[in-house]
T-cell receptor
Framework: NAGVTQTPKFQVLKTGQSMTLQCAQD?????MYWYRQDPGMGLRLIYY???????DKGEVPNGYNVSRLNKREFSLRLESAAPSQTSVYFC??????????????FGPGTRLTVL | GNSVTQMEGPVTLSEEAFLTINCTYT??????LFWYVQYPGEGLQLLLK?????DKGSNKGFEATYRKETTSFHLEKGSVQVSDSVVYFC???????FGTGTSLTVIP
């Protein structure tokens, strides 16, 4: 049971390049989330998927797109990277979207630098 | 709207000192409240949680009580160790919002 896995672990891009961050979970969770973590800002929600087939914007969605490929996988795409998107990106999952008591499980993160 | 306000860091304590990290929230309804920890280079891990008013979450010597009257969920530990030197995040379940994190350093 690997939990939540993310690839790649590190990435350096030039301004204007595109890339996709991959996330997969093997816990049969319904809900999946993408956050970014910046110094002094905590975690901010980019997009989430309450269940397979649905996606919704979070607090900071501009410049990103997501795809819930199936129940296991939730990818985050940067179409035209900008230096402001330099951050650490975390994927998370939890069992049910409406479960107020549910714990989130986090991946190890992707450290992205945009030059 | 919903929000979490967490004590600013960094916090530095001597080993065996008492720890309090303040967390207050604004929310509609009755959210669950969480404390997560983050080890260097890793994602967040659950430390403890409380799902209703007056509940006390506890784990590894840490405790936090869900206080609806003061809208607070302060994290406490009676005697900190060097191994407690990580970053702590308070979170609301309803909105999946996290506090800004408090970095703790415990000096031997």
């Amino acid at each position: 049971n690997a939990g939540v896995t993310q690839t790649p672990k590190f990435q350096v891009l030039k301004t204007g390049q595109s890339m996709t961050l991959q996330c997969a979970q093997d816990m049969n969770h319904n809900s999946m989330y993408w956050y970014r973590q910046d110094p002094g800002m905590g975690l901010r929600l980019i997009y989430y998927s309450a269940s397979e087939g649905t996606t919704d914007k979070g607090e900071v969605p501009n410049g990103y797109n997501v795809s819930r490929l199936n129940k296991r996988e939730f990818s985050l795409r940067l179409e035209s990277a900008a230096p402001s998107q330099t951050s650490v990106y975390f994927c998370a999952s939890r069992p049910f979207s409406g479960g107020a008591t549910d714990t989130q499980y986090f991946g190890p993160g992707t450290r992205l630098t945009v030059l | 709207g919903n929000s979490v306000t967490q004590m600013e860091g960094p916090v530095t304590l001597s080993e065996e000192a008492f720890l309090t990290i303040n967390c207050t929230y604004t929310a509609t309804g009755y959210p669950s409240l969480f404390w997560y920890v983050q080890y260097p280079g890793e994602g967040l891990q659950l430390l403890l949680k409380a799902t209703k008013a007056d509940d006390k979450g506890s784990n590894k010597g840490f405790e936090a009580t869900y206080r609806k009257e003061t809208t607070s969920f302060h994290l406490e530990k009676g005697s900190v160790q060097v191994s407690d030197s990580v970053v702590y995040f308070c979170a609301l379940s309803a909105t999946l919002y996290f506090g800004t994190g408090t970095s703790l350093t415990v000096i031997p």
